[in-house]
């Protein structure tokens, strides 16, 4: 028992979080090679980065998609995911923080928090993981630590424990200031590693004064800190940094460090300070499932039944991969599993630490490891795998509502199953992409979190030897409605070729449904008198009427907002039936539509827009360039909260635009309203 314990102390499972540009993948390959794992530092900028290995990321020079990579470091394991810094890719992070006992936050120290900064620290707030952060790039012109410390106070709102000092400024920055055992940490030019010495003469003095800061912020936070503060004035130490643990992990405190990851400068004690500060998995409180309607924990217990969470996978044509989060148990080479949530069973065929798109074999895997693992064919992201003896259904990531969409087709009519296929195997690895298609138009709409994010997706059809795809603008879905109807609009429906005749004689008033134009809907009523027409008969006839809304008289788009009223009609003893009048309504409705005035209508959407309050008036300047009408507006935490009806079609691209008038800050959800009428053309 005692050296399952110990095992899993000495893990730990951590994610990179930042603004896109803010140097994450950097702070990853350094720590990768600070920690022997690699042999030569990989350049974003050179494509030679281990987790930037896709293609696409290394063509953009950005981070697409989460990669896991493992590596050691003072006895302890790191299970290390880096994720995206683009708003487009937001749900790739979700997914990650899903998983995550902590994280490192990293900050531009020239740009201070950023947009997707702010995000991401929202959502890691959401999940409850611990942070401590990093202010990167302390050597670039205009770097300023306490500007950057100050914009995560003012924006993020934590308290941050600063526990290092600059030593040397811009391109003069060489190391830090150790604050919590007050010694220097130099590096030189062309050295991997820190030489360790006393506190500068010229800073000794304003050190003193941030430790001060430092002992006095810990201890109004923490009790037996304040204890031995009151006691000695001071605390030594071994107390500062076990309040700093105790602050981290409880959220009330975040740690702040600082460095430059591409000149190789305080890496090594932010991954002191991942050790120190950062929990492992059995820090963190045992994980929750339900089984039958009943609410189960389980600890991070080897010994436990096993219960993992997929967080990702990635599917191709030469195979399949997992990634699982074990939080209980264990699970071997050839083990069955259950999909708590599918309900089916798989064999686990192989086990792989995952180093990005390298792998190395495992026999085993236990709780608090992240690994892949093949030939679990059926099981999605956010699917729970579980011992088929003891079941239990993990809470999955929350998955993300597509905001933009784009319509695609194959070039070549013959690929159209390929295209299927493809769409379908990124639907699978992805879950914020989503494949429909629309029942009206006949395209095949993909749907997804930014233009950037679908342009991503098609090219990945391309770069798969999928087939050429060609990407438009979805069409919307209009509607026709009448706004001034007919009344007692006759219609005869005679046709004598030979044999049994067909005879149907039909009087109708046609109306709009509603007051206002837009409305949805049909409605048919009899009101004939005396028998006139049988009672089959009018059943008939709102059967044709039915199946005249199918094409309107403007541009042939369905009909609909209509009360159409059966007032009389007359039959023909041996011509007359279901079929002659079912023709007869169909043709009647078609003819009055044609004698009324009708109107096209447009799709509208009701949109809630979130934004800060700074940024208000030009949102609301281009909610009314796209037609909107603003029913209300509040205020919510800091943000102001819009409501407006928009048009459909004007909504295309609207998430790019918002997030540039609002430095990406603003965020908007949609939903159907009905119908409105679109402007004359």
């Given at each position: 028992m005692?050296?399952?314990?110990?095992?899993?102390?000495?893990?730990?499972?951590?994610?990179?979080?930042?603004?896109v540009d803010a140097g994450k993948t950097t702070v990853t390959e350094r720590i990768l090679y600070a920690t022997g794992t690699t042999h030569k530092r990989g350049e974003v900028h050179d494509g030679t980065t281990v987790t930037d290995f896709d293609p696409q990321e290394r063509d953009r020079g950005i981070t697409i998609f989460a990669a896991a990579v493992s590596c050691s470091w003072d006895g302890r394991r790191i299970n290390l995911i880096d994720t995206p810094g683009h708003i487009d890719f937001a749900d790739e992070v979700e997914r990650s923080l899903r998983v995550l006992d902590g994280a490192i936050a990293v900050f531009d120290a020239v740009a201070g928090v950023e947009p997707q900064s702010e995000s991401v620290w929202r959502q890691a707030d959401r999940h409850g993981v611990p942070r401590i952060a990093f202010v990167n790039k302390l050597d670039r012109a205009g770097a300023d630590l306490d500007r950057a410390v100050d914009s995560i106070r003012d924006r993020l709102h934590p308290a941050p424990l600063v526990v290092q000092l600059p030593i040397g400024a811009e391109d003069g920055f060489t190391g830090v200031v150790d604050l919590v055992r007050m010694r220097s940490l130099v590096w030189s030019d062309g050295q991997g590693t820190a030489v360790e010495g006393a506190v500068p003469e010229e800073?000794?003095?304003?050190?003193?004064?941030?430790?001060?800061?430092?002992?006095?912020?810990?201890?109004?936070r923490h009790p037996a800190a304040l204890e031995e503060f009151c006691d000695r004035e001071t605390l030594c130490a071994e107390t500062l940094a076990g309040a700093l643990r105790d602050l981290t992990r409880s959220g009330d405190g975040v740690v702040v460090l600082c460095g430059s990851a591409y000149r190789n400068r305080g890496i090594e004690p932010l991954l002191d300070a991942v050790v120190a500060y950062l929990p492992s998995p059995l820090d963190v409180p045992a994980v929750r499932g339900v089984h039958e309607g009943t609410e189960q924990r389980r600890a991070a217990d080897p010994e436990a039944p096993f219960a993992g969470l997929v967080f990702k996978v990635s599917a191709s044509a030469t195979g399949r991969l997992s990634y699982v989060r074990v939080y209980s148990g264990a699970v071997e080479k050839g083990d069955t599993v259950r999909d708590a949530g599918g309900g089916r069973t798989e064999r686990v065929a192989r086990i792989l630490r995952v180093m990005a798109d390298r792998h190395v074999q495992l026999d085993r895997a236990v709780a608090g490891d992240i690994v892949a693992l093949a030939g679990v064919k059926s099981a999605r992201a956010g699917a729970t795998l579980c011992d088929p003896g003891a079941p239990l259904l993990l809470e999955p990531p929350a998955a993300a509502e597509p905001v933009v969409s784009v319509a695609v087709e194959a070039r070549r009519g013959t690929d159209t199953g390929r295209l299927a296929t493809a769409l379908a195997r990124l639907a699978e690895e992805d879950p914020s992409l989503v494949v429909h298609t629309d029942a009206e138009t006949g395209q095949t709409v993909l749907s997804g979190m930014g233009e950037l994010h679908l342009e991503v997706a098609v090219e990945k059809i391309r770069r798969a030897g999928g087939p050429e795809v060609g990407v438009g603008r979805p069409r919307v879905a209009h509607r026709e409605t009448v706004v001034t109807g007919v009344r007692g609009f006759v219609f005869r429906h005679v046709k004598q070729d030979g044999g049994a005749g067909q005879f149907a004689h039909?009087?109708?008033?046609?109306?709009?449904?509603?007051?206002?134009?837009?409305?949805?809907?049909?409605?048919?009523?009899?009101?004939?008198?005396?028998?006139?027409?049988?009672?089959?008969?009018?059943?008939?006839?709102?059967?044709?009427?039915?199946?005249?809304?199918?094409?309107?008289?403007?541009?042939?788009?369905?009909?609909?907002?209509?009360?159409?009223?059966?007032?009389?009609?007359?039959?023909?003893?041996?011509?007359?039936?279901?079929?002659?009048?079912?023709?007869?309504?169909?043709?009647?409705?078609?003819?009055a539509l044609r004698a009324c005035t009708a109107?096209?209508?447009?799709?509208?959407?009701?949109?809630?827009?979130?934004?800060?309050?700074?940024?208000?008036?030009?949102?609301?300047?281009?909610l009314a360039a796209r037609r909107g009408r603003v029913a209300g507006s509040a205020n919510r935490g800091g943000a102001a909260v819009l409501t407006a009806t928009v048009p459909l079609a004007e909504l295309f691209g609207y998430a790019t635009r918002l997030r540039s008038r609002t430095q990406g800050r603003g965020t908007f959800t949609t939903r159907p309203a009905g119908y409105a009428p679109a402007p004359s053309r």
């Amino acid at each position: 028992m005692r050296t399952h314990i110990d095992t899993l102390l000495a893990v730990r499972n951590l994610g990179i979080l930042a603004h896109v540009d803010a140097g994450k993948t950097t702070v990853t390959e350094r720590i990768l090679y600070a920690t022997g794992t690699t042999h030569k530092r990989g350049e974003v900028h050179d494509g030679t980065t281990v987790t930037d290995f896709d293609p696409q990321e290394r063509d953009r020079g950005i981070t697409i998609f989460a990669a896991a990579v493992s590596c050691s470091w003072d006895g302890r394991r790191i299970n290390l995911i880096d994720t995206p810094g683009h708003i487009d890719f937001a749900d790739e992070v979700e997914r990650s923080l899903r998983v995550l006992d902590g994280a490192i936050a990293v900050f531009d120290a020239v740009a201070g928090v950023e947009p997707q900064s702010e995000s991401v620290w929202r959502q890691a707030d959401r999940h409850g993981v611990p942070r401590i952060a990093f202010v990167n790039k302390l050597d670039r012109a205009g770097a300023d630590l306490d500007r950057a410390v100050d914009s995560i106070r003012d924006r993020l709102h934590p308290a941050p424990l600063v526990v290092q000092l600059p030593i040397g400024a811009e391109d003069g920055f060489t190391g830090v200031v150790d604050l919590v055992r007050m010694r220097s940490l130099v590096w030189s030019d062309g050295q991997g590693t820190a030489v360790e010495g006393a506190v500068p003469e010229e800073l000794r003095e304003e050190a003193v004064r941030r430790r001060r800061l430092l002992e006095e912020a810990v201890a109004e936070r923490h009790p037996a800190a304040l204890e031995e503060f009151c006691d000695r004035e001071t605390l030594c130490a071994e107390t500062l940094a076990g309040a700093l643990r105790d602050l981290t992990r409880s959220g009330d405190g975040v740690v702040v460090l600082c460095g430059s990851a591409y000149r190789n400068r305080g890496i090594e004690p932010l991954l002191d300070a991942v050790v120190a500060y950062l929990p492992s998995p059995l820090d963190v409180p045992a994980v929750r499932g339900v089984h039958e309607g009943t609410e189960q924990r389980r600890a991070a217990d080897p010994e436990a039944p096993f219960a993992g969470l997929v967080f990702k996978v990635s599917a191709s044509a030469t195979g399949r991969l997992s990634y699982v989060r074990v939080y209980s148990g264990a699970v071997e080479k050839g083990d069955t599993v259950r999909d708590a949530g599918g309900g089916r069973t798989e064999r686990v065929a192989r086990i792989l630490r995952v180093m990005a798109d390298r792998h190395v074999q495992l026999d085993r895997a236990v709780a608090g490891d992240i690994v892949a693992l093949a030939g679990v064919k059926s099981a999605r992201a956010g699917a729970t795998l579980c011992d088929p003896g003891a079941p239990l259904l993990l809470e999955p990531p929350a998955a993300a509502e597509p905001v933009v969409s784009v319509a695609v087709e194959a070039r070549r009519g013959t690929d159209t199953g390929r295209l299927a296929t493809a769409l379908a195997r990124l639907a699978e690895e992805d879950p914020s992409l989503v494949v429909h298609t629309d029942a009206e138009t006949g395209q095949t709409v993909l749907s997804g979190m930014g233009e950037l994010h679908l342009e991503v997706a098609v090219e990945k059809i391309r770069r798969a030897g999928g087939p050429e795809v060609g990407v438009g603008r979805p069409r919307v879905a209009h509607r026709e409605t009448v706004v001034t109807g007919v009344r007692g609009f006759v219609f005869r429906h005679v046709k004598q070729d030979g044999g049994a005749g067909q005879f149907a004689h039909v009087v109708l008033d046609v109306q709009p449904l509603g007051a206002e134009p837009g409305g949805t809907g049909f409605e048919f009523r009899s009101a004939v008198v005396g028998g006139r027409v049988p009672q089959e008969y009018v059943r008939a006839v709102e059967a044709g009427c039915r199946d005249a809304l199918a094409e309107g008289p403007l541009d042939g788009h369905p009909v609909t907002g209509l009360r159409v009223t059966l007032t009389d009609g007359s039959t023909h003893v041996r011509d007359s039936s279901d079929t002659a009048f079912r023709t007869a309504g169909r043709l009647g409705l078609r003819a009055a539509l044609r004698a009324c005035t009708a109107v096209l209508l447009e799709p509208v959407a009701e949109v809630t827009v979130t934004v800060p309050e700074d940024a208000v008036g030009g949102v609301l300047g281009d909610l009314a360039a796209r037609r909107g009408r603003v029913a209300g507006s509040a205020n919510r935490g800091g943000a102001a909260v819009l409501t407006a009806t928009v048009p459909l079609a004007e909504l295309f691209g609207y998430a790019t635009r918002l997030r540039s008038r609002t430095q990406g800050r603003g965020t908007f959800t949609t939903r159907p309203a009905g119908y409105a009428p679109a402007p004359s053309r």
